[in-house]
């Protein structure tokens, strides 16, 4: 039931792009984003509608389909900030309000 | 505006020992989370309730777990008695209407179990 997040980490340098996928075998209502970095508590980032609706926040984007039951988040142009591990958090339409978060992507952005 | 706020921040105690750990949602917000993390089974959902009331315990590892939720401003996660194996960084977190608003995590309990 846990999502399924690839790639497991990443490196990048600064202005760099990536994307992290991330895969549910069950249907979806929403799916979440959250990063963390060491140390932290995870911080929202922003949440995604069954619809097909892609969102935004900074040079972060990310996009929804339903059908597949996937969701991926484009990190544009990354700066250092963006260094942290992103979690997907997936809610099944059986299950209301109950995340089952992915095992993370670690991300690391260098100079 | 103030966040959701845990405590203690970090707990060592001993084998045994009775554990509570505290949290106060975000004023306004109506389900509040109970999160386990650790670096082998990641961010587990424990328990959440909506309205002050448990909609879902099925995370709870065992009976020696337990929680409450007496009002809409506090919750506590209880473990009795501890063992080694609790040992994890324990998240509480609350959103303002369920599955379509981001959850706001506390800053989370180091617990450690000796």
């Known amino acids: 039931q846990q999502p399924v997040q690839s790639p497991q980490a990443v490196i990048l340098r600064e202005g760099e792009d990536a994307v992290i996928n991330c895969s549910s075998s069950?249907?979806?209502?929403?799916v979440h984003w959250y990063r963390q970095k060491h140390g932290e508590a995870p911080v929202f980032l922003m949440i995604?509608?069954?619809?097909?609706e892609q969102k935004g926040h900074e040079k972060i984007s990310a996009s929804f389909n339903e059908k597949k039951q996937q969701s991926s988040l484009y990190l544009t142009a990354s700066q250092l900030s963006y260094s942290g591990t992103y979690f997907c958090g997936t809610d099944a339409t059986d299950s209301w309000g109950k995340l089952q978060f992915g095992a993370g992507t670690q991300v690391v952005v260098t100079p | 505006d103030a966040g959701v706020i845990q405590s203690p921040r970090h707990e060592v105690t001993e084998m045994g020992q009775e554990v509570t750990l505290r949290c106060k949602p975000i004023?306004?917000?109506?389900?509040l989370f109970w999160y386990r993390q650790t670096m082998m089974r990641g961010l587990e959902l424990l328990i959440y309730f909506n309205n002050n009331v448990p909609i879902d315990d099925s995370g709870m590892p065992e009976d020696r777990f337990s929680a409450k939720m007496p009002n809409a401003s506090f919750s506590t996660l209880k473990i009795q008695p501890s063992e080694p194996r609790d040992s994890a960084v324990y998240f509480c977190?609350?959103?303002?209407?369920?599955?379509?608003?981001?959850?706001?995590f506390g800053d989370g309990t180091r617990l450690s179990i000796l």
């Open positions: 069950k249907a979806l209502y929403s």
């Open positions: 004023s306004g917000h109506n389900s």
């Open positions: 995604l509608l069954k619809g097909g």
């Open positions: 977190a609350s959103s303002s209407d369920g599955p379509k608003a981001p959850q706001h």
